[in-house]
């Protein structure tokens, strides 16, 4: 990383889960937003609901070399609230998460701490920084919700008017926006007049080495990796196993993730489920598959696949949130037919296969890689 960099500056992070479980991609990003943080001796304190989704538990609640002190609020979802939010949703409203027992505890934190940076993740706890009078506040928005909630809705018009408009506004509470996809941040900073949009995809270190692998390195000819609390990776994945492995039914296809608990009917596959180090998965495996359906902002396992070298076989909702969408290492199908083909040639033709592998891990150099990322944040938190 060259000479290192010493910011000496207070932030306080709000992330509504346990991340160090490391099992999807938005805990891996923010693992690796703390590991910058650290870096840069950056004192951290995290802010975190235990039991939201998931809890903290004693053998991962403390980890120095990420952060100071970890404050938890104590999920209680009343019933109050969740009417609340039902209305909102019924509606087509933002949903609102965060409690006012939840803001009291959060601003007491706040305001203690005489923090340089107040980091929140997710729109739906926008509403924390009301009453915050100090710090520099920033959004980490991970995707636009009002376009997700209308990609799962299933309807074919935009309906989702005034849940854009509630976006916008809780973005506007706060002095900067990271956004992950370098298509949501064109497209939000058009509206959001207040904050300075940045573009902040997930750093990750470089896996590869551009040496020329032979084919008896691999175990299986493809790999999905994904969480099954995402719809669209579920979705994905079944049509994979019932439209296109049919067509394919040789095809060594290794799963890991949770959401291998949706597919127990499913033949053919390695189902390896969680898998705490997915580095060796990655090394036996030749190509990768992302066959979302729909989805919004940057999917990190295509980013986490390019650090790996390798190629990936998408549709082109996987290559959302990339602007480039050529060059990159991603084959993009559109169907069955076209993703079958696309996995024929990158299995069978070797030079196909190297010219697509080093793209990948062009690709990902120049827009992925700590050295690239890294520089980005540092010209935020310098100044």
């Given at each position: 990383m060259g000479t290192k960099i010493s910011m000496k500056k207070k932030i306080l992070v709000f992330y509504p889960h346990n991340f160090l479980e490391l099992s999807s991609g938005t805990h891996k990003r923010i693992t690796e937003l703390m590991v910058y943080f650290a870096e840069r001796e950056m004192t951290v304190d995290i802010f975190s609901i235990n039991g939201f989704t998931n809890t903290w538990r004693t053998e991962n609640s403390i980890r120095s070399e990420l952060f100071r002190e970890k404050f938890?609020?104590?999920?209680?979802?009343?019933?109050?609230?969740?009417?609340?939010?039902?209305l909102r949703r019924m509606f087509r409203r933002l949903e609102d998460f965060a409690l006012p027992a939840m803001k009291r505890q959060f601003e007491e934190v706040a305001e203690n701490g005489c923090y340089?940076?107040?980091?929140?993740?997710?729109?739906?706890?926008?509403?924390?920084?009301?009453?915050?009078?100090?710090?520099?506040?920033?959004?980490?928005?991970?995707?636009?919700?009002?376009?997700?909630?209308?990609?799962?809705?299933?309807?074919?018009?935009?309906?989702?008017?005034?849940?854009?408009?509630?976006?916008?506004?809780?973005l506007d509470k706060f002095d900067y926006v990271f956004c992950i996809s370098e298509e949501e941040s064109v497209i939000m900073s058009s509206?959001?007049?207040?904050?300075?949009?940045v573009n902040v995809p997930t750093a990750m270190p470089r896996k590869f080495s551009r040496d020329i692998v032979s084919d008896n390195t691999f175990d299986y000819d493809l790999v999905f990796v994904g969480s099954g609390d995402n719809r669209f990776n579920r979705d994905g994945l079944i049509w994979f196993v019932e439209r296109v492995m049919p067509l394919r039914p040789a095809l060594k296809v290794a799963v890991a993730g949770n959401v291998c608990d949706h597919l127990s009917g499913a033949r053919n596959l390695k189902?390896?489920?969680?898998?705490?180090?997915?580095?060796?998965?990655?090394?036996?495996?030749?190509?990768?598959?992302?066959?979302?359906?729909g989805g919004t902002g940057l999917k990190i396992k295509v980013a986490e696949a390019l650090s790996y070298g390798k190629p990936v076989i998408t549709t082109k909702w996987g290559?959302?949130?990339?602007?480039?969408?050529?060059?990159?290492?991603?084959?993009?199908?559109?169907?069955?037919?076209?993703?079958?083909?696309?996995?024929?040639?990158?299995?069978?033709?070797?030079?196909?296969?190297?010219?697509?592998?080093?793209?990948?891990?062009?690709?990902?150099?120049?827009?992925?890689?700590?050295?690239?990322?890294?520089?980005?944040?540092?010209?935020?938190?310098s100044t």
């Amino acid at each position: 990383m060259g000479t290192k960099i010493s910011m000496k500056k207070k932030i306080l992070v709000f992330y509504p889960h346990n991340f160090l479980e490391l099992s999807s991609g938005t805990h891996k990003r923010i693992t690796e937003l703390m590991v910058y943080f650290a870096e840069r001796e950056m004192t951290v304190d995290i802010f975190s609901i235990n039991g939201f989704t998931n809890t903290w538990r004693t053998e991962n609640s403390i980890r120095s070399e990420l952060f100071r002190e970890k404050f938890l609020f104590n999920w209680r979802y009343p019933l109050k609230g969740r009417k609340l939010n039902d209305l909102r949703r019924m509606f087509r409203r933002l949903e609102d998460f965060a409690l006012p027992a939840m803001k009291r505890q959060f601003e007491e934190v706040a305001e203690n701490g005489c923090y340089d940076y107040i980091f929140i993740s997710y729109v739906y706890w926008a509403n924390l920084v009301d009453n915050v009078k100090s710090g520099i506040k920033i959004m980490d928005c991970h995707d636009l919700v009002s376009l997700n909630a209308h990609l799962l809705s299933g309807q074919g018009e935009f309906k989702y008017g005034r849940m854009f408009q509630d976006e916008v506004c809780a973005l506007d509470k706060f002095d900067y926006v990271f956004c992950i996809s370098e298509e949501e941040s064109v497209i939000m900073s058009s509206f959001a007049s207040r904050p300075r949009f940045v573009n902040v995809p997930t750093a990750m270190p470089r896996k590869f080495s551009r040496d020329i692998v032979s084919d008896n390195t691999f175990d299986y000819d493809l790999v999905f990796v994904g969480s099954g609390d995402n719809r669209f990776n579920r979705d994905g994945l079944i049509w994979f196993v019932e439209r296109v492995m049919p067509l394919r039914p040789a095809l060594k296809v290794a799963v890991a993730g949770n959401v291998c608990d949706h597919l127990s009917g499913a033949r053919n596959l390695k189902l390896l489920n969680y898998v705490k180090d997915l580095e060796d998965v990655y090394k036996r495996s030749k190509a990768v598959i992302c066959p979302l359906r729909g989805g919004t902002g940057l999917k990190i396992k295509v980013a986490e696949a390019l650090s790996y070298g390798k190629p990936v076989i998408t549709t082109k909702w996987g290559l959302s949130g990339i602007l480039q969408k050529e060059n990159n290492g991603c084959i993009v199908a559109s169907d069955e037919k076209s993703f079958v083909e696309a996995i024929d040639r990158i299995i069978n033709d070797r030079d196909y296969y190297e010219l697509v592998r080093r793209q990948a891990m062009d690709f990902f150099q120049r827009k992925f890689s700590r050295d690239i990322c890294w520089k980005n944040l540092d010209e935020l938190f310098s100044t």
